[in-house]
């Protein structure tokens, strides 16, 4: 496949990404840091049998006019596009985000506004040649308003609704849209917190979501377990939810 990532340097998206290139597909890297982007980029040409030369180009998840040049740049280089990933999103700790409205507002952009119109412009382009897989990363924070992650949650929350009607509405035309919910996973982004019971790790995540790439399973838990979990906290009284710090 032809698979342009965005988020790919780090976290579960690197993780993503290698899988994908240890099995032969070939990966554009978008990112916003070059030198991330380059030691990424070589990170990878190593992993495949065959050992495709890894291209990058910037995308910064602020700049939603570049989004269009960005894929476009992609499908350039890739000679086209199968597969559209992307795994960047920013995490506030509630706390700090109460405190500051600035940037609970510029979260809320970056996650929800802006990865809805990355979203929007992958949707056009794999659609536009016959379709193909649209693979994001939302997040079990989006399934129930909780109290540690209200702002976070709710970005997530959107996100999540965004893409089941994406699926919903384009998958008789060819488009593949697959929610990833990870549950806690250690990666940068949740460095410093506790991990809870369930705790996954970035490459057993990413297994999981090839499995769902390759099945085009609309929407996928990771670790597994996080399905249960999430069906127990969603199935909660709001007088429990009020009393329990989850
Ligand atoms: N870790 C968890 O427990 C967890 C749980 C549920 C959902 N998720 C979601 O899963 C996804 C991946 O999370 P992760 O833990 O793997 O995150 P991570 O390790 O923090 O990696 C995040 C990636 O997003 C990129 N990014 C951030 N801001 C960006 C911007 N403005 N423009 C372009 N790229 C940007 C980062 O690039 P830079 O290096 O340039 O910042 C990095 O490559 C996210 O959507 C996250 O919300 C994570």
């Known amino acids: 496949m032809k698979v342009a990532i965005l988020g790919g340097t780090k976290g579960m998206g690197r993780s993503l ?9 070939h990966v554009y890297l978008l990112g916003r840091d070059a030198e991330d982007l380059e ?3 070589k990170d990878l040409a190593v992993r495949g049998e065959n050992r495709f030369e890894v291209q990058h180009g910037p ?7 570049k989004f269009g040049s960005a894929l476009d740049a992609a499908s350039d280089s890739l000679g086209g596009l199968d597969l559209v990933v992307l795994t960047a999103a920013i995490y506030g700790d509630q706390a ?5 409205t600035e940037r609970a507002r510029q979260l809320l952009v970056l996650n ?3 990865t ?3 979203c929007e412009e992958a949707r056009k382009r794999l659609l536009a040649k016959g379709g193909g897989t649209l693979c994001v990363f939302s997040s079990v924070a989006g399934d129930r308003g909780r109290k540690p992650i209200g702002i976070y949650g709710a970005s997530k929350a959107g996100l999540s609704a965004y893409l089941e009607a994406l699926d919903h509405k384009f998958r008789s035309e060819g ?9 806690f996973v250690k990666t940068g982004m949740t460095a410093g917190l506790q991990p809870p019971p369930f705790a996954g790790e970035p490459d057993e995540v990413a297994a999981i979501v090839v499995k769902a790439i390759d099945k085009k399973t609309p929407l996928v838990y990771a ?10 906290i969603k199935n909660l009284p709001r007088f429990v939810m009020r009393r329990i710090n989850f």
Request: proline share 6%.
């Open 17 to 25: 990404a290698r899988a994908l290139a240890e099995r032969g597909d």
């Open 39 to 41: 030691r990424s980029a």
């Open 59 to 65: 995308c910064d998840l602020g700049e939603p006019e």
């Open 96 to 100: 700090e985000l109460e405190e500051d």
């Open 112 to 114: 929800f506004a802006n």
């Open 116 to 118: 809805v119109a990355f």
């Open 175 to 183: 488009l593949v849209t697959i929610c990833v919910k990870p549950g």
């Open 223 to 232: 670790p597994g377990i996080w399905r249960y979990v999430m069906l127990v």
